[in-house]
C-alpha cells in the first residue's frame, strides 16, 4: 500500500499552516492544520507533529490492540498540546493549532 499527502496553500493566504506525518510502519498518519491568519500557526502545527515523529522514532512494537493505539494517540494529543500551550506562554506571538485524530 502506498501513502501520500498534500497540502495546498489555498487562494486566500501566502503560506501553508499545514503540518503531517505519514509513518506506514505502524499505518499512523498525523495532520495538523494551523489556523491561517493567526501568528505561528505553522510552528504550532509542526510542534504537534513532531511530538508524534519523536515517539514514532522511539516506538518499537507494531502488534497493539486498537484500544491501547487509541490511548497512545490520546496521549501523544495532550503532550502536543502541552509543547504548544509551553511553547505559547513563552513566545506569545507562537500559537494556533487544530487537531485531528481518528
Same mark, same amino acid.
Given at each position: 500500500?502506498?501513502?501520500?499527502?498534500q497540502?495546498?496553500?489555498?487562494?486566500?493566504?501566502?503560506?501553508?499552516?499545514?503540518?503531517?506525518?505519514?509513518?506506514d510502519?505502524?499505518?499512523?498518519?498525523?495532520?495538523a492544520?494551523?489556523?491561517?491568519?493567526?501568528?505561528?500557526?505553522? /510552528?504550532?502545527?509542526?510542534?504537534?507533529v513532531?511530538?508524534? *515523529?519523536?515517539? #514514532? +522514532? @522511539?516506538?518499537?512494537?507494531?502488534?497493539?490492540?486498537?484500544s491501547?493505539?487509541a490511548?497512545? /494517540?490520546?496521549?501523544?494529543?495532550?503532550a502536543?498540546?502541552? *509543547?504548544?500551550y #509551553? +511553547? @505559547?506562554k513563552?513566545?506569545?506571538n507562537?500559537?494556533?493549532?487544530?487537531?485531528?485524530k481518528?
Amino acid at each position: 500500500m502506498k501513502f501520500v499527502a498534500q497540502t495546498d496553500v489555498g487562494k486566500r493566504r501566502s503560506h501553508n499552516e499545514d503540518c503531517y506525518l505519514i509513518d506506514d510502519k505502524i499505518s499512523l498518519f498525523v495532520i495538523a492544520d494551523g489556523m491561517g491568519g493567526h501568528n505561528a500557526g505553522n /510552528i504550532a502545527s509542526q510542534l504537534a507533529v513532531d511530538v508524534f *515523529r519523536e515517539w #514514532t +522514532e @522511539s516506538f518499537s512494537s507494531t502488534d497493539l490492540s486498537i484500544s491501547k493505539k487509541a490511548n497512545i /494517540i490520546n496521549q501523544l494529543v495532550v503532550a502536543a498540546n502541552t *509543547r504548544i500551550y #509551553t +511553547e @505559547s506562554k513563552a513566545h506569545p506571538n507562537r500559537q494556533h493549532t487544530y487537531a485531528l485524530k481518528s
